[in-house]
């Protein structure tokens, strides 16, 4: 297995060229759009992640006592549910057997202390305008040949990236790794 790298910071005419590298997706065919998020993604992680620091510190600089609120409970309740989830079995077995409903939980008891302190919005901002930013950008960029070469790069395995480890655990990669496993076993019977 290859080691974990983080992929290299594309130049701006890469990362937004003029308007001809960019195009409307086809949401009548969710398989197509969703390969071309997961490429960007992979492809762009290092920008992505720029980018939604860029963001987060924009919104804590605007609002540093809110921020700081919202990050300390955040983090409070995240290290909570993962102390508790590691030293109760019947939460533990919860977590695996239901890790949505988990996550959701510890949002939902996330939400609920932010909004009694008042800093819900602001880390609503901070979290939601990068995610949204980097959606809009994976949804509507088009790849290039450099892009397509380096998924396949990861996909096959050669290569291995913080969003590809990431896409890995939520299954967004295992469909492309088996069509890329299935032809390489074609071409090894041939």
Do not use: C
Request: without cysteine; hydrophobic residues 50%.
């Amino acid at each position: 297995m290859a080691k974990v790298e983080l992929t290299p910071l594309r130049t701006w005419d890469d990362f937004f060229p003029g308007s001809d590298r960019f195009a409307k997706p086809d949401v009548r065919d969710l398989a197509r759009w969703n390969n071309r998020i997961i490429s960007n993604l992979l492809y762009y992680q290092t920008n992505y992640m720029l980018l939604a620091v860029v963001v987060f510190l924009l919104v804590g600089f605007l609002n540093p006592l809110g921020m700081i609120t919202a990050l300390a409970v955040v983090s409070g309740v995240f290290m909570g549910s993962v102390w508790v989830g590691e030293n109760r079995a019947v939460i533990n077995n919860f977590k695996r057997q239901n890790p949505t409903i988990f996550v959701i939980a510890v949002m939902v008891a996330s939400y609920t202390l932010l909004s009694m302190l008042g800093s819900v919005m602001i880390f609503m901002y901070a979290i939601i305008l990068p995610l949204a930013s980097v959606f809009a950008h994976a949804s509507f960029r088009l790849r290039n040949m450099k892009n397509k070469l380096e998924n396949k790069i990861e996909g096959v395995g050669l290569k291995r990236s913080p969003m590809g480890i990431l896409l890995q655990a939520l299954g967004q990669q295992e469909e492309n790794l088996q069509k890329i496993q299935n032809l390489l076993e074609a071409k090894l019977n041939e």
